[in-house]
């Protein structure tokens, strides 16, 4: 075997500050969701209330059972929940897409009872579902009682599952799109996103805030910039919005995305008796990392001295590696780009080889 060593890039940076240290957060946490790489983080892992960011899983579980452009007729009891509201009225109807942008921009209570009656049949079954969902995600510290979170026993979860809730979210076209949209106007009135960070933070493209006397202020949020994305959680904690701002901006100046895609092509390979007579080789599979800004990052790979045709499109022909500063950080399979097909006799076959392990060409 032999190794292909490609080194992509090595950037040089000043030396990596100090996170910001979020001081007024009961817990915390930043991380790149494409890898899990959790860049800085306070009691994440501590299950605490978390108010109306219960609504992401609330619109992550509509979405999966509803048809956004359904229409769904408001009930009177679904408008009579305290708390933040769409103001929906009764007897009207709303499409599912209505009540999302009610339940994500303003918070609205009413729309979270309108899902799930809607999704469900009723908010306790709806409500098995949301745990379900969790469940699934491996959002091992959560459990929810209601669909909009008011404090409740029973009901919470923790920064770490909220930032894997979120990453989930945001693989919703639409509720990405929801959570993007500064105002809307729904039924003549005009619901203003909470999300401030959306006017105030560069990148900052979604997220969902939550409060109550006992939870506190709850802020989830996702930012992009310069191809990286990250995701901030911050539960009980009186200075969010400068917190968030604060954590991204040092982020983004310290760390810089890396990835490989699929069908990426990295290598080439000697093929015997093919047509053509090598193979490209490409990665098997995505990786998205979150790297130092001042990190070398190579693509180390490993493939045969040659391989005999035929191959096929897809066959594995080596592996690769992604290391940073020397460190494997994510690995792959590599796999031929397209067909190669048998074009030679087996004695001139046989030549090449002895050729290739002696150097001498035999008659």
């Not at 599952?161 to 929801?178: F, G, K």
């Amino acid at each position: 075997m032999c190794l292909l060593c490609v080194s992509l890039f090595s950037l040089s940076a000043r030396a990596a500050d100090a996170a910001p240290a979020a001081a007024s957060a009961g817990a915390m946490i930043l991380v790149h969701p494409g890898s899990g790489t959790v860049l800085v983080s306070k009691n994440a892992d501590e299950p605490m209330l978390i108010a109306s960011t219960t609504k992401l899983m609330t619109a992550l579980t509509a979405i999966r059972l509803l048809d956004p452009d359904a229409c769904v007729e408001i009930r009177p009891e679904w408008t009579q929940v305290e708390g933040s509201s769409m103001y929906l009225r009764p007897g009207e109807s709303y499409t599912v897409r209505e009540l999302l942008q009610g339940l994500l921009l303003a918070s609205g209570n009413d729309a979270a009872l309108a899902l799930a009656a809607a999704a469900a049949g009723d908010t306790e079954r709806f409500v098995a579902r949301m745990n379900e969902e969790a469940a699934a995600l491996g959002l091992t510290n959560t459990h929810f009682v209601n669909p909009h979170g008011l404090d409740s026993p029973g009901h919470h979860s923790t920064a770490a599952d909220l930032a894997r809730l979120m990453e989930a979210a945001m693989d919703s076209e639409p509720l990405r799109e929801i959570m993007a949209e500064r105002n809307c106007t729904v039924h003549g009135l005009v619901y203003e996103n909470h999300n401030k960070l959306l006017r105030s933070c560069p990148g900052v493209c979604a997220g969902k805030t939550g409060y109550t006397a006992a939870a506190g202020r709850c802020l989830v949020t996702c930012c992009r910039r310069d191809g990286l994305e990250l995701i901030c959680v911050t539960l009980s904690d009186r200075d969010d919005w400068n917190d968030h701002t604060a954590l991204y901006d040092w982020a983004f100046a310290h760390y810089r995305p890396f990835s490989v895609s699929a069908g990426e092509e990295l290598a080439c390979v000697p093929v015997l008796s093919g047509d053509p007579a090598s193979a490209d080789l490409t990665a098997d599979r995505d990786l998205s990392l979150c790297v130092p800004a001042d990190s070398k990052v190579q693509i180390r790979c490993s493939l045969p001295e040659f391989v005999f045709a035929p191959l096929g499109c897809g066959d594995p022909a080596g592996e690769w590696t992604v290391c940073v500063d020397g460190r494997p950080a994510g690995h792959g399979k590599l796999v031929c780009a397209r067909d190669v097909l048998r074009a030679r006799t087996a004695v001139p076959v046989l030549r090449e080889v002895i050729d290739r392990f002696i150097g001498i060409y035999c008659v």
